[in-house]
C-alpha cells in the first residue's frame, strides 16, 4: 500500500513547529528518524494531514554526561547512542541494548527519541528508560516540562506528550557504583521486534539482591516496570527459592496479549524464563 496524501513541512525553528501543531493539533506528525511512522503511513494505520519533520533543529541530537546525569537527545541516532563512551559508561543498560534495535540501516536513521515517543510496547528503550528510572523533557511553546517515565507511557502506542508538545531529551540517573546489569530478549530472528524482553540493573552483595528495577518489553500494552518481581527479590539471596518467587510474582505484574508470536501463555512462559537467565546473569 501508499500512504494516503499528507502535507510535509521541514521545520526550521521550534517556533515554527508549535505554529505547525496549534494549527493542526492531532492531525499532525513529527517526523524525526521515521523508521516506525512510515510503516504506518504505508499501512496506513496514520493518515495526518501534514508531517513536520524536525531534523533541521538544532540542539537536540547531542548526548552528553553532565555530573550524576546522563542527557540524550530526543533526535540522537541509535548508532550514535551505541558508539558513545558516555552512554556506555553512565548506562550500560542502554548499551547492551542498542544492538537489538533493529539493523544497523535502521539504526543509521532512527532516532533515540522516536522510539521512545512511539512508545510501542514490544521496543526496547521504553521498557529500559523506566528500569533506568529516566525523566523525559518535553518542549511547548510555554516552555518545558518534565515528565518521568513511570509517568509518561500510558498504554498501547500512548503517551503523555500533549499534542502541542514534542519530546527532545530525556535525563538519565547514571548508574551508581556497584550495580550490575542485565539485557535479554528472544525474538525470531535477530532485528526482529521481540517476543519479550527483559532489561534489569541493580545491586548484588555478595549473592543478595537489593535495589533491583526490571522492566519488561513485548509482555503488555505498554512498558512494564515488573514491581512484584523487584520486591520479591529485595534482600533475598540468588537461589531457586527466589527465583520462582520473582517468577511467580511476575502473573501480577505482567499482562502479555497474544498475537502472531503466539498466545499470551507462551509469553507469561518465556518472561519466566528470562527472568531465571538475567538473574543468573547478574549475580554471576
Request: glycine share 10%.
Amino acid at each position: 500500500m501508499k500512504p494516503a496524501p499528507f502535507a510535509y513541512v521541514r521545520a526550521e525553528s521550534f517556533d515554527q513547529v508549535f505554529d505547525l501543531l496549534d494549527e493542526h493539533g492531532d492531525d499532525a506528525r513529527i517526523l524525526a528518524g521515521g523508521q516506525s511512522l512510515m510503516a504506518t503511513l504505508n499501512m496506513r494505520l496514520s493518515a495526518p494531514e501534514i508531517l513536520i519533520d524536525i531534523n533541521g533543529l538544532d540542539g537536540i541530537s547531542d548526548i552528553s554526561a553532565d555530573g550524576g546525569t546522563l542527557k540524550i537527545g530526543a533526535l540522537a541516532r541509535h548508532s550514535a547512542v551505541l558508539e558513545s563512551e558516555d552512554v556506555a559508561t553512565h548506562a550500560p543498560l542502554i548499551a547492551k541494548a542498542m544492538p537489538h534495535v533493529a539493523h544497523q540501516a535502521i539504526r543509521n536513521r532512527g532516532t533515540f527519541g522516536g522510539s521512545v515517543a512511539f512508545a510501542d510496547p514490544a521496543a526496547e528503550l521504553p521498557a529500559v528508560t523506566r528500569a533506568l528510572g529516566a525523566t523525559f523533557v518535553l518542549r511547548s511553546r510555554d516552555g518545558e516540562r518534565k515528565v518521568a517515565a513511570d509517568d509518561f507511557f500510558l498504554g498501547l502506542f500512548e503517551t503523555a506528550r500533549k499534542d502541542n508538545e514534542i519530546l527532545v531529551g530525556a535525563e538519565i540517573p547514571s548508574i551508581p557504583d556497584g550495580e550490575r546489569t542485565a539485557f535479554m530478549e528472544l525474538a525470531r530472528r535477530h532485528g526482529d521486534y521481540a517476543i519479550v524482553g527483559i532489561a534489569a540493573q541493580g545491586r548484588v552483595d555478595g549473592d543478595t539482591f537489593s535495589d533491583m528495577k526490571i522492566g519488561f518489553f513485548g509482555a503488555g500494552d505498554q512498558p512494564i516496570l515488573a514491581k512484584g518481581a523487584m520486591s520479591a527479590l529485595e534482600g533475598q539471596a540468588h537461589n531457586d527459592d527466589t527465583v520462582k518467587k520473582a517468577q511467580d510474582a511476575l502473573d501480577a505484574d505482567l499482562d502479555p496479549m497474544p498475537d502472531l508470536n503466539g498466545p499470551a501463555e507462551m509469553k507469561m512462559h518465556l518472561a519466566r524464563v528470562l527472568t531465571k537467565r538475567a538473574l543468573a546473569e547478574l549475580a554471576a
